[in-house]
């Protein structure tokens, strides 16, 4: 009975020490590059959603703007027409059938919907992996003292 006296102050010594144990301390450098890396990836699907949010507008505003100089275009040569007071009937008919034309395409742009395929972000559990090791940066070099037969020793280091 006197024997486990020893083993259970040592069990509560053990005990004492798991409950000073700070895992936020201990787990802190871990938590940091874990953070960096969510980091770094929302920064890479952020940089790829403006990249393609950027190429829809820039689609748009390719038809939109070749809409505009056709429009553009034909006003000047209107003006030119008017100015001149001189018109035939093929000039107003040519002139009404690119009005016409600018209408259907001007339907067609409002009507123009374009489809963004994504796939979904799989992201693979082993991405991050997770391992144990000892720090044993701040643990002093093993010494070893050997008694020589003269009665000097020798200690290894």
């Known amino acids: 009975m006197n024997q486990l006296n020893p083993l259970t102050d040592e069990i509560n010594a053990l005990s ?3 409950d000073l144990l700070n895992i936020e301390n201990m ?6 590059k874990l953070e960096q890396w ?13 990249q393609k949010y950027q190429e829809l507008n820039t689609i748009m505003n390719k038809k939109v703007q070749k809409q505009h100089d056709e429009v553009i ?7 030119v027409v008017i100015r001149e007071q001189e018109t035939t009937r093929q000039e107003v008919d040519s002139l009404t059938v690119t009005i016409r034309d600018l209408k259907k395409q001007m339907d067609e742009i409002e009507q123009t919907s374009l489809r963004v395929i994504a796939q979904s972000l799989v992201i693979d559990d082993a991405l991050i992996s997770i391992e144990q090791g000892l720090d044993l940066s701040n643990l002093s070099s093993p ?3 050997i008694q020589r037969p003269s009665g000097s020793s020798l200690c290894m280091c």
Request: with cysteine; proline share 0%; glycine share 4%.
């Open 38 to 50: 969510r980091d770094q990836c929302h920064q890479q699907i952020d940089h790829l959603f403006q």
């Open 27 to 32: 787990t802190g450098e871990s938590r940091r």
């Open 73 to 79: 275009r034909l006003q000047s040569k209107i003006a």
């Open 16 to 18: 004492d020490r798991l």
């Open 143 to 145: 010494c070893r003292t």
